[in-house]
């Protein structure tokens, strides 16, 4: 089954590119893609509000890079989160939980949050 991982990136380098895959390095957690489709179509509006980067931050962007690598600033991650939650409150996901708490620790630790897509 197809996922995506999210993790927390601890010493955020500015103007790095994130492309290379390495979900260990960032203890990501992972939500499979059946979720992460819900979570686009149901919330997409809500998603596409949300300022993102894809790969590194000269390249800007709004919502998740559905196959690439997604780097969502602290300053996005409220906002994420509630999205996330919106979504939980009609899937009652395990993954989504767990996706809610990565989210909350980036918050508290000022942290960007990585996103790999499928």
């Not at 790969?55 to 991650?77: A, F, K, M, N, R």
């Not at 993954?95 to 790999?116: D, F, G, M, R």
């Amino acid at each position: 089954m197809a996922k995506h991982e999210f993790g927390i990136i601890d010493s955020f380098e500015e103007n790095k590119w994130y492309s290379k895959y390495e979900p260990e390095k960032y203890n990501c957690i992972s939500v499979s893609d059946e979720l992460i489709e819900e979570l686009i179509i149901k919330c997409n509006e809500e998603l596409m509000a949300i300022k993102t980067y894809f790969q590194v931050t000269t390249q800007p962007g709004t919502g998740l890079d559905y196959c690439g690598v997604t780097l969502i600033p602290p300053e996005s991650l409220k906002q994420f989160r509630g999205v996330i939650i919106k979504a939980n409150i009609h899937y009652q996901s395990q993954e989504l939980k767990l996706l809610i708490e990565k989210v909350s620790s980036a918050i508290s630790e000022n942290k960007y949050l990585i996103h790999y897509g499928i």
